[in-house]
């Protein structure tokens, strides 16, 4: 992580990483993708979610600790960090948008975004893969940038006027790229408008000692996982826990 992408990241509470995925990566994900059936987005914001998708193939779970976000995340979040749940979004032309959620204020425990000692240190924090691309054209991933430092709450008018407000934006991000954001940031999804679908992995990421869910996410059983990658399953706590950089495998 850059000097001038730190500075981004701390100004915003957000970043666009492009050309992380291959043109063959993108061409396989979006295959394994559409030989699962999965029933039609339809307009409803609940309709467009899924889950499982670590069963489908090694290269969904080689997203888990991809070598271009770990050293991203490792300055976000620290060493030691875990997975703490993770769910897809697809959406089709006509699929409402997703309320405003997050903010500095009021202050949320497991969501939050401090700066102490020449370090930032954030709770729960996601990465989301674009399998297509999203944008202010498009729709998708939207965000009010530097509302994780908010002193004050969104006002009921700015989470109303939803993209409408010159606050909210909707940043491109390709196919193939990712955008890496602390839930801390009031944030939420921009209503798809474009013809082809919205596909989107979501990983959320908690500090070590963190747990957002009651309910700790599972390792898939049907893909070797390697060491890496098994840690970040392990249940929070803090003391003793073992680095994710020490060694890949």
Not at 27 to 54: C, H, I, K, V, W
Not at 81 to 108: C, K, S, V, W
Not at 111 to 124: D, I, W
């Amino acid at each position: 992580m850059n000097e001038e992408e730190r500075y981004l990241f701390d100004l915003r509470g957000y970043l666009v990483i492009p050309e992380l995925l291959s043109t063959g990566e993108l061409a396989e994900l979006n295959r394994l993708m559409d030989m699962r059936g999965l029933p039609a987005p339809e307009e409803d914001t609940q309709s467009a979610r899924f889950g499982g998708f670590l069963e489908w193939g090694q290269i969904y779970c080689d997203l888990l600790d991809h070598p271009r976000i770990m050293p991203y995340l490792k300055t976000i979040l620290g060493d030691g960090f875990r997975l703490d749940h993770y769910y897809g979004i697809y959406m089709r032309a006509g699929t409402e948008q997703l309320r405003l959620h997050g903010g500095n204020t009021p202050y949320d425990p497991p969501e939050y975004y401090h700066f102490r000692n020449g370090q930032m240190h954030n709770g729960l924090t996601v990465v989301a893969w674009n399998l297509t691309s999203t944008g202010p054209t498009l729709g998708g991933f939207c965000a009010a940038p530097g509302s994780h430092k908010a002193n004050y709450p969104c006002p009921d008018s700015i989470r109303a006027a939803h993209t409408a407000h010159e606050a909210i934006i909707v940043p491109d991000a390709p196919a193939g790229s990712a955008v890496i954001f602390t839930e801390a940031l009031t944030h939420g999804t921009a209503a798809w408008t474009a013809d082809h679908q919205r596909r989107s992995l979501l990983f959320k990421y908690s500090p070590g000692q963190q747990s957002w869910s009651a309910k700790y996410v599972q390792p898939p059983k049907n893909i070797r996982l390697t060491t890496r990658q098994n840690l970040l399953f392990e249940k929070p706590y803090f003391n003793a826990r073992p680095s994710l950089f020490e060694e890949d495998d």
